[in-house]
């Protein structure tokens, strides 16, 4: 059973560009969750998606950061109008939806951002 | 969620028991204990987990306190490739709780 996929892993963008970073959960997932880790920071919470739905966006910065988890495909996470600021790695999880389970979550090994 | 406490940092022998030690006084009745680790860079990695009854797996066992205010992960033979930071977590049982990473521990196993 393949783990979390991210890609792309490095991901190079001039400032005001656009960062599209994608994210396909473990086989049987449902619940998928976006988490920022900023150099020498620990891991921050963005949002959380289920199939076709935004379930909390809390962490997510209120401007140019955008979700989405569509019926098909995998769950993007796209910035706009990159800044240097933006820069940090980008960590996707997903959890399964059994009800009565634990809902451990399983991280993928990140997307790189680097703003320049 | 509850907020924890965990040392900074540990040092461990390679091939000792590596203890790590987590407060979480303020845990509620339906509140698990998650234990992370993030091996340099890389996604953080699900070690185990429990509610109130210790709890083993194939890379750690968990310890909790019968009045379930600190728990402890026990990795039994320490080997380098253990050396990462790693978080305790309390987290409600449910899928709409995210996980709430604080220092974490850095453990260093030593040859």
């Known amino acids: 059973n393949a783990g979390v996929m991210q890609n792309p892993r490095h991901l190079v963008r001039r400032r005001g560009q656009e960062a599209r970073l994608r994210c396909s959960p473990m086989?049987?997932?449902?619940?998928v969750y976006w988490y920022r880790q900023l150099p020498e920071e620990g891991l921050k919470f963005m949002v959380y998606l289920q199939k076709e739905n935004i379930i909390d966006e809390s962490g997510m910065p209120k401007e140019r950061f955008s979700a989405e988890f569509p019926k098909e495909g995998p769950s993007i996470l796209r910035i706009q109008q990159v800044v240097r600021g933006d820069s940090a790695a980008y960590f996707c999880a997903s959890s399964p939806g059994l009800a009565g389970g634990t809902y451990e979550q399983y991280f993928g090994p990140g997307t790189r951002l680097t703003v320049t | 969620d509850a907020k924890t406490t965990q040392p900074p940092s540990m040092d461990c022998a390679e091939g000792r028991a590596a203890n790590l030690p987590c407060n979480h006084s303020t845990i509620s009745g339906n509140e698990y204990v998650y234990w992370y680790r993030q091996i340099h860079s890389q996604g953080p990695q699900y070690i185990i987990h429990?509610?109130?009854n210790n709890e083993t797996n194939e890379m750690a066992s968990l310890i909790i306190t019968e009045d379930r205010k600190s728990s402890t992960l026990i990795l039994p033979h320490a080997t380098l490739r253990d050396t990462a930071v790693y978080y305790c977590?309390?987290?409600?049982?449910?899928?709409?709780?995210?996980?709430?990473f604080g220092g974490g521990t850095r453990l260093m196993v030593k040859p």
């Open positions: 086989k049987g997932h449902s619940h």
């Open positions: 429990g509610l109130k």
């Open positions: 977590i309390v987290r409600g049982n449910n899928a709409g709780n995210m996980l709430t």
